[in-house]
């Protein structure tokens, strides 16, 4: 763990390994119902927004600052796989104008040497992979945990993993060579493609929690009762990392859940994501369902759920229903998750002693 923190705290990448937040449901709907983008004359990016009826209009640095993540360096935002996508993805004039490195050179720094062709299995059919193209069984060992984490609390994308994601790879590239990259305007971007696809997760919770404390501070009379927060569900990575857990060899690996623990879910099925294949049980990188049972769900649930069905009278049934539904849909997904990071923890402590040795 001291390994990953120094390599992340490089580039102000460590953000992702302390961010625990409680989440404000509430905050993070009101927030993505009115959410635009633009650029003002200056040329910097810009996100609008407006929580009752307060109007709020913030530059990229300035919503960095807020939510203390990296403004500065390389930009770039693809959801495609390839990293010949790279070139295309990122701003070519202006404020945040990249260079990004060759897709050679970035597999010369995170991808472990393919030998011969490489082909991966999708509904039953074997597919031979592109060569700019990485899958995450093919990330260098030391580099693994990072993946996770990056996944977990910057991407918050849900669905099928087998690969590695051009901007996931660019991350990676810059975390390894010690290279500035832009987290904002990644976040950003991310947040207008979300914005465009109602059907989709509502990402960056924990986040949105620290820009929910910035507007109180700037108009304090909306800290009222509406904006319940709540604990949540799912652990932060950094711990798993750092103590001893047990085995699990020989047990089948959960699923990845479609909501990271960072991420709020929208009242209706999500839609899929270009990065997402559907599950194939003989895909080499299939998970496997592991949930809790309904008993222990509600247990589990039931105080929070209280508290939001103490809400004022005047509030719409569907948001009581709809932050209930949310709770209970995150809470199953709770313990699948923590089964897999176990695993993943066990892995880097195997992988640890294998170097000892």
């Known amino acids: 763990m001291s390994h990953i923190r120094a390599k992340f705290e490089s580039i102000d990448f460590d953000c992702l390994l302390n961010l625990n937040e409680q989440i404000v449901p509430r905050f993070v709907l009101e927030f993505y119902s009115q959410l635009t983008f633009d650029y003002n004359s200056t040329g910097h990016f ?4 407006v929580i009752q009826s307060k109007s709020f209009s913030l530059t990229l640095e300035e919503f960095g600052q807020i939510l203390k993540i990296p403004f500065k360096g390389h930009a770039s935002h693809t959801d495609m796989w390839s990293l010949d996508y790279l070139s295309i993805s990122v701003p070519s004039k202006g404020c945040y104008k990249t260079t990004p490195p060759s897709p050679s050179v970035v597999k010369s720094f995170i991808q472990i040497p393919r030998q011969g062709q490489v082909t991966r299995t999708k509904n039953k059919k074997t597919i031979v992979v592109d060569k700019n193209e990485i899958l995450t069984r093919e990330i260098q060992p030391h580099m693994k945990p990072w993946v996770d984490i990056i996944r977990e609390n910057a991407i918050c994308l849900g669905g099928h993993k087998d690969h590695v994601s051009a901007c996931l790879c660019h991350m990676l590239y810059c975390i390894e060579t010690s290279t500035r990259y832009n987290l904002a305007f990644f976040v950003l971007k991310r947040m207008e493609k979300t914005r465009s696809k109602p059907k989709e997760l509502l990402p960056y919770g924990m986040l949105l929690t620290r820009l929910f404390k910035h507007v109180v501070s700037v108009f304090p009379e909306l800290a009222i009762d509406l904006y319940i927060s ?5 652990h932060p990575f950094a711990p798993y990392y750092e103590r001893k857990t047990r085995s699990d060899r020989g047990k089948k690996r959960p699923r990845e859940s479609n909501a990271s623990s960072s991420s709020t879910t929208l009242n209706h099925p999500s839609s899929s994501h270009p990065l997402d294949d559907p599950i194939d049980e003989d895909d080499d990188e299939s998970f496997h369902s592991n949930s809790s049972s309904p008993s222990q769900n509600i247990s589990s649930s039931s105080n929070i759920v209280s ?7 005047h509030e719409s049934h569907y948001l009581n229903t709809h932050l209930s539904k949310t709770i209970n849909l995150q809470t199953q997904q709770r313990d699948a998750h923590r089964e897999g990071l176990r695993s993943i923890g066990q892995a880097l402590k195997n992988m640890m002693g294998g170097k000892r040795k």
């Open 46 to 49: 810009v996100v609008n927004f």
């Open 307 to 313: 508290r939001v069905h103490q809400n004022p009278p």
């Open 230 to 234: 709540h604990d949540r569900v799912m």
